[in-house]
Each structure stands twice: as C-alpha cells, then as structure tokens.
C-alpha cells in the first residue's frame, strides 16, 4: 500500500483522544514504583558529595548493625563478583584514526568518585527509611582532589584529570567536511559573519523519577527488572551481556507506565545493574525510586557545548560554506549513547534547509567532573538548529536583509538533496512553511505590535528560525559504519484474535507519545476495524520479540512501519483464507474497509469471519496454510526521516527588569502524514515548552571552584509553566516521507528543536536599538538586564 492510499485510510488524520489517558487522569496507571512484591526490600545509594575524590576507604560496619539493614555494597563487592561497567554504545572516531577514550564506568565506584552524586554505595533495609538512616552511617573517608566542570578548563594542560590513565581530558577529536574547500570558500566570500555560542546544560526533569525494582527468582535462576525506561530490550541486552554476563533470556526487563522520559530514560545506569545483581546476594526483591534532588545529581543531563561558527556568504547573502568548531562536554563518564550526540547527531544536521555547499565541522569531547551528559529531546540536533538558525540570522541583519528574505535565498528546492554533511533529504517544501508561519504570525502587523509596545515602554522583537531535523534514525548497516553498537530496526506483531480483535506487540516504548492510540489507529485503519477493537502492548521482553525502544521520534516511522509490514502479511493470509472460503482464486481478493471480496463479483466476507476461520480451521486449506493468523515484521528503514518547519517567535522585554515575556509563538511544521492531529499537536506543545524554557529559563549550573551543582532542586533551575506561553499557532505543510509506507516523519522532538533559536532571534531583535549583540541562553531577566545594562555602559 502506497503513503497517499494510507492517508485516505478511515481513521487516519482523525483527532481522537487518547486511549490510555482514561488510565492515567484516574490514578490506573501502573508505574514502577507501584509495583509491590512480598519480601519488598528498599535501597538508597550513597553518592558522592565531592565533584572528585579520592575514596580511600568504606566502613559499612555501622550502616550494616543499623535497624532494618538487610545489605550494604560497596565498589569492592561489585568488583569481586566481576560486575563490570556500563558500556558506550557508540564508537566515534577520532580523525587521527584511534578510537574515542572509554574509560571504565564502574556501577559503584572504585576508589575515586568522579561528580557530584557518583555512587559509592547502595544500603539495602527493610524500608525506605530505615534503608535513609542507614545510608548516612555509612563512612567513607574522601580525599577531596581539584575538580574541572566546564570543556574550556578541562581542555588545559595544567587541568585536573577527570581519569588518571589518560593523557588529557578529551574523549575524541573527530570532524566531519573538506575543510580544504571550505577554506577555499572562506578565501573568497564576500562577508563572513562569526558567532560564540554556548548551548547551555539542561537536567531532563521527567514527571516520574527513574525507579527500578529487581527479583531474582531462585526456581529458575533468573531475574525481573521492572524500570522506568524507553527501551528495556537494549537495556537488557547491554546489562546481560556487556555489564553482569548473564544469559539474556535469564533477564526480563518491562517498563511499564512510564511517566516522561525525554531521552534521559534510554540508557542503562547503575542503579539497575546495582539492584539486579543484589537481588540475587539478598534473594529479596529491591526497589529503588529516585528522589527528585537525586535526579537533578544522577540522571544524564543534556547538551553543553561551547561552539564558533562562521558563515560565508557572497554579496548577495548566500552561503557559501560554514565552518565549526565545538566542544562537548560528557561529564565524568560516557553514557550509552552519549558519544553520538554532538557527532553524528549534530554535525550532520548543519546544512539546515539551506543549499550551503561546503560545511566543516569539528568536535571535540571532554570529561569534566560533572554527571554524564547523553541524548536530552533533539540529541544534537538542536544544537545545530540553534548554531545555525542564530548565525542565520546574524547573517541577515550583517547583510542588511530580513530574515525572511536570507532564509528564502537559500533554501533547498529540490529533492532528493544530498548535503555536504552526509545526510540525503528525501523530501520538503520549505518555503511552503515560511509563508504559511509568515501569514499565521500576522508578520504584517509586527510594525504595529512593536509600535504599540513602545508606547508602553516596552521591547519588541520578532525572531525565526527555520529547523530541520533527522529522525527515524536509521539504516542499520549505515549507523553501523558510522559507529553505532546497535542495530536500528524495530519489530512488531499483530495477534489477530479468533473473534478479529487484535493484539499489537512492539518495540517502540510510549512514556507519554499517545503510542496505544495512535498504532491502534494505524492497525485499525488498515483492517477496517475499529481502534477499540485493537490493544497495544510494548515495554515488556518478556512479550514483545524484541524491540529498540522509543528515541530519535522513530516510533511511528520505524515501530509503526514494521507494524504495517506485520500487517501487509497479515493481509497476505487473509486474502489466501478468503480466496479458498469464496472459491476464487488468490489474485482476484481485494481487502478494503475490513471485507474481502472477489474482484468483478459481489461475493464477499468480513475480516472477523477470516480471523475465525483462521482459528477455527474446518473448511481451511490446511495442506497449503498454516492455521493462525499472527504475523511478526523486523523493519529496518532506508533512511532517516526529515521533519522540517518555520518556527516564528514575538517577545515583548521590560528594559527595566529584563523580563522576557513571549507573546507569540507560531510553529509550521512538516510531519509528512499526520496518524493524528491531536496528539501531534500536544507533542508539539511540550516540546516548545522545552526548547522555550531553554532559551529562557532552565540552566545547569555547577560551581566552578568547587564542582558542586548549584541548581540541585527546582528553587534553583527554573523550569517553565503554563503561564510562560501564550496560545501556540500550530500549522502544518504535508509533504509524506518516502522512506516508510505511512509516508510519517517524527514529530516527538521538532519543538525542542526548532523553538530556541526563535526566541533568541526575537530576543535579540528586541534589544538591538539598545546595542545588546549577543546573549547567551538562557534570557533570564538577570541575563537581559545585565547585558542592557553593559550596552548602555559601552
Ligand atoms: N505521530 C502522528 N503523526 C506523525 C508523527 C507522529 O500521529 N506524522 C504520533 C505518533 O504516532 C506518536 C506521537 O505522534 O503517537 C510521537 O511520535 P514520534 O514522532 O514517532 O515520536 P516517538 O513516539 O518516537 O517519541 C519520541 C519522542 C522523543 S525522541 C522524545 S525525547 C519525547 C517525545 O517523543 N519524549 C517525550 N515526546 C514526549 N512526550 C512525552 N509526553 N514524554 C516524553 O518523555
């Protein structure tokens, strides 16, 4: 079935509400820590409190006589059973040709601590609290050592080594482009415009914390891990055969209702290997639940790069090349797939929607004293978007030009498109966005706006940005030659039921994605059923064939592709079953809107007699068929998928207090097929508030001197609320991917992406009559007022 027949599918585009809501607005849900088990025993870890120390020695003695203390492990305990450490599951290159830096990421640490809430030890008792009091009697006697948090000290000869056994602090030197031709291109450009950015550390902040409960079952040795995670295949198959070695069917791991995850929730951690393994030395089951101000120490933060960019253009404002440099910050160790995210993430993304023929991109990786940082909503590409689309517009008014008009003389109009940087769009219309972000911003009323917020003393600035983003990560053999550790496909598999109801297992992992709606409507749509009719089951090894979770807004691009391939089999059967029960001939079946019938006749049957039949196998060519009608599809794309949109921001600044207030934000984007609008627009909207609160309020913030995290807790890292936004425009452009038969592109992340760079652009744009230039993120009153303040002083 081609993309436009699916479109035209009933339910396919209808807004329904989500399925699963009913579970979660009433209280249903099943998270993980409402998992109760008898024997439940509870564990709280003991964390570092210095950003680096030596630990020179552990006295459990104490914590252990403590009341209700069933267990104490230390670094030691775990090393004599052989656990080993967490592995990387990317492998970047260094442009010398050695591999990345992997220092070992042991899941208790071995004498040194390394951050800020490293673990030390775990302190198992009879309950939470008794586990709390126990926890502090632990004594460990730390030799506090000289830490670095930020890339520009780590990067110093004279800096504090984050690992002893390596030469320096950096993790990999790796770049991507011709910097020969872009140096070239450079050499004869009529202006160059340069930028600094700071793309600042954002902690994940998930509506449930991570948690975990482990048990080991002594009758069949083997264990059950339920944690709050996006992919509990990769998460077993990483913990079975890289960390504990453990047969991986001994393993099962399901997470189930999972309440956010944002990426933070994709990797395997220490808390999970720690729990799994101790549950067999105490043959009790173990539950962990992560406390808030733990999470702001421990879950892998985001992004963190300090960058130069620098822009070519010939006298006309188009591109000629860009050029790159960025340093990443990882913090202490590499996370799962923390080396793929400033690299093949980022830098592959820097062509934008724009023909620049040359661009060149070098990175390079650090390790400072701070929590790991991996892949947070966009992974590497809204540092890009936001490197660019900043520099685009800095271009634009260096050029005398709007950012309208810059944007359109570059854009990409044809396609396919391969850019200098890898990646091949498929397909886009991007000025097609523009003029429908221009028309639904009123950008013709802005003159007005502003001139009405200066009478009220006020700033107004309008700001664009015009992001493009990878998703659906994929081919597998390509990922593979690029690094990846990992395969890329997915799996799913239809159960249809001898009554015709249905029951989905896939891979990809909803925590807030609206999973169980949407697949259920591309299943329905296809078997003419209804959605109510079809169950959507995932998150668990143990009944789902296997899976590679839900990231890179792959799960209906990739998930819901292998579910129509399931599908196309499902129909194949059928159509067979249906040609011997109406006497026809195979290629004479037509299936549409859930009945079969023989093409020129009015002989027909419905779906539901099929699936019985299947079942019920007494008038059934059995000795060309099986019975049964269950199918399994692996899928394995042949590309990405490019999501592409023009986001325009219009903020409003108090010169007295700096306050940035957003007073309209509108967001064109192209998702290609939309499954359904409603829940497409809900996850546009939470990604705005991501990207929005980025660029306004949320930082992390460790204390240079002393390593220690300064924003620990919401009075400190200012997350946004309602009442930040106004009403966002949502709109759409449809221009269907190629790459699977939905003819979808992700939406999951877009928002995130696109919404930075708009509303610095906006911010910027506010204060240049005051002669502020540059500003970093985020724009917090303090920041604004600070940089008018330095303006009116220059
Ligand atoms: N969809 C659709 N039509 C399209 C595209 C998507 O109807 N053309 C639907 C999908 O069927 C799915 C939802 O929109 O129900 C998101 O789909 P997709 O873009 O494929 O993204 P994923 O489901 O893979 O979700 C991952 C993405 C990422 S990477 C992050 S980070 C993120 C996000 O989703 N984390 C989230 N959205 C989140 N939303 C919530 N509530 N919580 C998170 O942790």
Redesign the pocket.
Known sequence: MGATDFANLPHIGEALVRKEDYRFLTGAGQYTDDIDLAGLTYAVFVRSPHAHARIRSVDKSAARAAPGVIAVFDGQDVAADKIGGLPCGWLITSTDGTPMKEPPHPVLAQGKARYVGDHVAIVIAETLEQAKNAAEQVVVDYEPLPSVVDTGSAKAVEAPRVHDELPDNNCYRWALGDKTQVDAAFASAAHVTRLDLVNNRLVPN?MEPRAAVAQYNRAGDDYTLWVSN?NPHVERLLMTAFVMGLPEHKVRVIAPD??????S?IYLYAEDVCLTWASKKINRPIKWTCERSEAFLCDAHGRDHVSHAELAMDKDGRFLALRVQTDANMGAYLSTFASCVPTILYATLLAGQYTTPQVYAEVHAWFTHTSPVD?????GRPEATYLLERIVTRAAWEMGLSQDEIRRRNFITSFPYQTPVALQYDVGDYPACLNKANEMADVAGFAARRQASEARGLLRGIGYSSYIEA??IAPSNIAGALGARAGLFEVGEVRVHPTGSVTVFTG?H??????E???A??VAARLGISPDQVDIVHGDTGRVPFGMG???????????AAIMRALDKIEAKAKKIAAHLLEASDADIDFANGEFTVRGTDKKIPFAQIALTAYVPHNYPLDKLEPGLNETAFYDPTNFTF?AGTYICEVEIDPETGEVRVDRFTAVDD???????L??E??VH??LAQGIGQALLEHCVYDRETGQLLTGSFQDYAMPRADDFPEFRIGHVCTPSTVNP?????????G?IGSPPAVMNAVLDALAPLGVRDLDMPASPNRVWQAIQAARKA
């Open positions: 998930a996006q999972v309440g956010g995850g944002f990426g929730k892949a947070y909503r966009g992974a998703c659906g990809s909803s925590h807030g994605q609206g999973h709606t949407t697949f409507q591309v839900t990231y890179g807004s792959r799960s209906i691009s990739v998930g819901g999501p998702f290609g097929t939309l499954i359904n609008p829940i497409v809900g996850q939470g990604g939905l003819g979808t592109k992700g939406c999951g992340e877009a995130a």
